[in-house]
Nanobody, 124 residues
Framework: EVQLVESGGDLVQAGGSLRLSCAAS????????IGWFRRAPGKEREGVSS????????LYTDSVKGRFTISSDNAKKSVYLQMTSLKPEDTAVYYC?????????????????WGQGTQVTVSS
């Protein structure tokens, strides 16, 4: 069973930076797709970014392009989300998720395994 554990969430001032980590275990293959999602209070879950470990291809939602960078360490089966120039509207619980297949997507329906989430709060 695939397990995902997020870490790195914190309270930060607007304009600051944070690095989220997602440690994965239980994969039965070397390659994987992991995505980051977030849910802000009173809002729908939103796909933020995703990465394919096989070719390094990435996706970003428009609101984070140029500010967030996703990366992976295949040896550690870990994925990171470097967040810079944070805004109060980035405040949310951030989740990492993994697919059973290799489809690179920002749609939650394509993801099969989910972590517990880590809180990111950006103060103005």
């Amino acid at each position: 069973e695939v397990q995902l554990v997020e870490s790195g969430g914190d309270l930060v001032q607007a304009g600051g930076s944070l690095r989220l980590s997602c440690a994965a275990s239980g994969f039965t293959r070397d390659d994987y797709v992991i995505g980051w999602f977030r849910r802000a209070p009173g809002k729908e879950r939103e796909g933020v970014s995703s990465i394919s470990s096989s070719d390094g291809n990435t996706l970003y939602t428009d609101s984070v392009k140029g500010r967030f960078t996703i990366s992976s360490d295949n040896a550690k089966k870990s994925v990171y989300l470097q967040m810079t120039s944070l805004k109060p509207e980035d405040t949310a619980v951030y989740y990492c998720a993994a697919t059973k297949g290799m489809l690179l997507s920002l749609w939650a329906v394509h993801y099969d395994y989910w972590g517990q989430g880590t809180q990111v709060t950006v103060s103005s």
